[in-house]
């Protein structure tokens, strides 16, 4: 039997996204699972975190290199390959 997950952000819509599921021709059964706490406490904003915070600030002042390849980058940091 195959599964299919929804994630419905808005908690008004999921009693409807349940029941139009419902609906659907060869559908078995409906299951409704909640974030617990412990799920939401995983969940993070990476924009948050200092290494972003850290990373935009390097691009915002110009501590950015670039390079044309991953020769041309070793190359310049003097590792021969």
Do not use: H, W
Not at 8 to 36: F, I, N, Y
Not at 42 to 71: H, L
């Amino acid at each position: 039997m195959a599964t299919i997950v929804l994630q419905v952000p808005d908690e008004s819509l999921v009693s409807k996204v349940k029941q139009a599921c419902k609906m659907l021709m060869g559908v078995a059964s409906v299951k409704v699972q909640r974030p617990t706490a412990a799920t939401k406490a995983k969940e993070y904003d990476i924009t948050k975190t200092a290494g972003y915070r850290e990373a935009m600030d390097d691009i915002k002042n110009g501590r950015v290199t670039t390079y044309d390849s991953v020769d041309d980058m070793f190359k310049k940091l003097g590792i021969n390959v």
